[in-house]
């Protein structure tokens, strides 16, 4: 008899119509952000940013974990500084491919999402929650305070809340985290992968090329003056007029009418 010894891939893909989703894996390590993890993640968002047909993509995980964070017998077994730096520094790499890649991404989050895994949730553009699901930064309690996942916590919430969060390590649940702008939708368990897969459709159907653009220019303002946004933002859509899918969709609205979108 042979035994197989090959390792499930960490992370699965499952095409639909339009957008696909990825799936952590590693439902036994909790789904945690080890450095083999945020590799794969990495590679399968790379190369999804070159697929034009693919518009939207969901991120979700296997087992009753969404994701526990860094691998903390992975960071533990590192002595040497520049050992903790590079995984830091690998984590914040993936984090800002979420949020640099053209398509839009929806974290579809069951069970608990902490520290980094929190921090996931919140690099995503939309977050879907079951009601189980429960948010943490509880760095603190171990002594390592969560100061990556700060960076993108402290940008979808407000302050004083993000810092509760950091300073107490407290849990919050997922009508908790809706109240406070961490995710955007908050179904029942039954429901989740549902009203995910329908949102994702939703955002697939729209021009890809106006998806792309408003996404990139969603976050470039975001970093700039008020005057210098709304001047920026001007550009945008003047570039965005130049667009036959502007044309096209703009045409099927005036003449009552599905419009015929290129994509680009």
Known sequence: ?????????????????????????????????????????????????????????????????????????????????????????????????IV???????????????????????????????????????????????????????????RKHAMRMLLTGDPINAETAFAMGLVSDVVGDEELEEHTNALAAGIAARSGMTVRLGKQAFYKQLEMPLSQAYSYASDVMTANMQKHDAREGIGAFIEKRHPSWRHE
Do not use: W, Y
């Open 1 to 97: 008899m042979t035994v197989s010894t090959t390792e499930p891939e960490l992370v699965t893909r499952t095409d639909n119509d339009g957008f696909v989703t990825l799936t952590m894996n590693n439902p036994k390590r909790r789904n945690a952000l080890s450095g083999a993890m945020m590799t794969a993640l990495k590679d399968a968002f790379d190369k999804i940013a070159k697929e034009t047909t693919v518009r939207c993509v969901i991120l979700a995980a296997e087992g009753p974990v969404f994701c526990a964070g860094h691998d903390l017998k992975e960071m533990n077994g590192i002595t040497e500084c520049d050992q903790h730096a590079s995984l830091f520094t690998q984590c914040s790499d993936l984090m800002m491919t």
């Open 100 to 158: 640099s890649l053209p398509q839009p991404v929806i974290a579809r989050v069951r069970g608990m999402a902490t520290a980094a895994g929190c921090q996931l949730v919140a690099s995503c553009d939309l977050a879907v929650a079951a009601n189980s699901a429960k948010f943490a930064t509880p760095g603190v309690n171990i002594g390592l305070f969560c100061s990556t996942p700060m960076v993108a916590l402290s940008r979808n919430i407000a």
